[in-house]
C-alpha cells in the first residue's frame, strides 16, 4: 500500500482493509472485484491482484499462515527479493537488511556517495547492512531506517538538525545534503481522451478493462486516447465502435476531469449520448448500472470524478 504514497495517506485505507479482511482466509475468499474496490485510490491494482492470490495460495498451501521461510515466501505471488525480506525481518525476526527509496538516500547522505542509485549500489548497502543489522531486533532496525528517510532524511528540505545520526553523516557535515542523491528527471506525458457515459433507462454503460495492463480488472466508461488529427467526438464515436461494437447519437459534451499518475498526466472530456441500436454485450465485460450501484465496482480515480459529477448533476 505505501508505494509512491505516504504513511498518513495510507492510514485509512489500511484500516478499512484489515476490517473488510481480517485474516488471510476472508481474502481469500472474497470475490476480486471486493478487493479492487476496498484498494480503489491507491493505484499500482497489481499488487491488490497479487495479496489476493498470494492469501489463496497461503490458505491452500499453508494452512492459512504466512510461512516463515524465503524459498516458500518467493513462491508467493508479488513476493520478490524485498518483500520477502521485510516480512521475514519484520514478522519473524530475521536479520535481512531491507533497502528501499529512504533506506538508499540515507546511507547515500551519510557515506556522501554523490550521482545516482544503481543496483550495484543496492548490493553494497546489502553487504554493509548485513553487517551491522542486530541479531536482537532486525524488524525494529530495518524500521528505524526507513522511518529516518520518510521523517527526517527526507528527500526534500532533509531536517539535519534534529535527526539523531547527524554526528557520523557526511553528506551534513559538506553540506551537500540537498545534491545527494542526484534528483531524477521523470518525464510525465500529457495524454487527452474521450468518455461516453452512454445513457439507456436511467441507467450508465460500464465496461471491464482486459486482465493485463493497465487498471488490469477495473471497470470503467467506455472511451479512449484522441489519435492525432482527431477532434474529441470523433474519438469517442471511433473508441464505442472499437469497444461496444456499435454507433452513438445525441452527443453531448458534460464535463472535464483530470487525473495525474507517475508517469502521465490524463485529461477525460467526457460526453454523454445514447446507442443508434442497441448491441448485445456480454455481461462478463459490460454492466448496466445505476450512479447507486456503480460505486460496488472498483473503478479508476478518474471514473470516480466522472460519477461524483454524475451524482452532483443528478440528470444527464
Ligand atoms: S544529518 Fe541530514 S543528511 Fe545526514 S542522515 Fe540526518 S537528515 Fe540525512
Redesign the pocket.
Known amino acids: 500500500m505505501l508505494q509512491q504514497t505516504t504513511v498518513r495517506a495510507v492510514i485509512p485505507y489500511y484500516e478499512s482493509w484489515l476490517e473488510r479482511f481480517p485474516d488471510l482466509r476472508s481474502l481469500a475468499r472474497a470475490p476480486l472485484r471486493d478487493v479492487l474496490r476496498a484498494w480503489q485510490g491507491l493505484g499500482y491494482y497489481q499488487r491488490a491482484r497479487n495479496l489476493h492470490r498470494a492469501a489463496g495460495a497461503m490458505t491452500r498451501e499453508h494452512a492459512g499462515l504466512i510461512p516463515d521461510d524465503a524459498a516458500a515466501l518467493r513462491k508467493l505471488p508479488g513476493f520478490g527479493p524485498y518483500t520477502t525480506a521485510a516480512v521475514l525481518s519484520l514478522a519473524y525476526g530475521r536479520p535481512l537488511p531491507l533497502i528501499d527509496a529512504n533506506v538508499r538516500r540515507?546511507l547515500m547522505?551519510?557515506l556522501s556517495i554523490e550521482g545516482g542509485s544503481s543496483p550495484s549500489l543496492d548490493g553494497k548497502f546489502a553487504d554493509l547492512l548485513g553487517k551491522v543489522i542486530p541479531a536482537s531486533a532486525p524488524g525494529d532496525f530495518n524500521q528505524a531506517i526507513m522511518e529516518?528517510g520518510a521523517l527526517?532524511?527526507r528527500s526534500a528540505n532533509?531536517?539535519?538538525l534534529l535527526?539523531p545520526?547527524?554526528e557520523f553523516?557526511r553528506?551534513?557535515a559538506d553540506g551537500t545534503?540537498e545534491t545527494i542523491p542526484r534528483p531524477r528527471r521523470l518525464e510525465v506525458a500529457k495524454i487527452e481522451a474521450a468518455v461516453a457515459v452512454i445513457v439507456r433507462d436511467g441507467r450508465f454503460l460500464i465496461r471491464r478493462r482486459p486482465d493485463k495492463g493497465l487498471l488490469a480488472g477495473l471497470w470503467e466508461f467506455p472511451g479512449g486516447k484522441r489519435e492525432d488529427g482527431e477532434s474529441l467526438v470523433e474519438t469517442l464515436r471511433r473508441e464505442v465502435r472499437e469497444e461496444v461494437g456499435a454507433g452513438i447519437e445525441g452527443v453531448r459534451f458534460l464535463t472535464t476531469v483530470g487525473h495525474a499518475y507517475t508517469r502521465f498526466q490524463v485529461t477525460l472530456h467526457v460526453y454523454s449520448c445514447r446507442f443508434r441500436r442497441a448491441p448485445a454485450l456480454p455481461p462478463k465485460d459490460f454492466r448496466w448500472v445505476t450512479l447507486r450501484s456503480i460505486r460496488r465496482y472498483p473503478l479508476p480515480s478518474g471514473s470516480v470524478r466522472i460519477v461524483d459529477f454524475l451524482a452532483a448533476k443528478k440528470s444527464v
Open positions: 540515507v547522505r551519510l529516518l527526517v532524511c532533509p531536517q539535519c535527526c545520526v547527524r553523516c553528506a551534513a545534503q
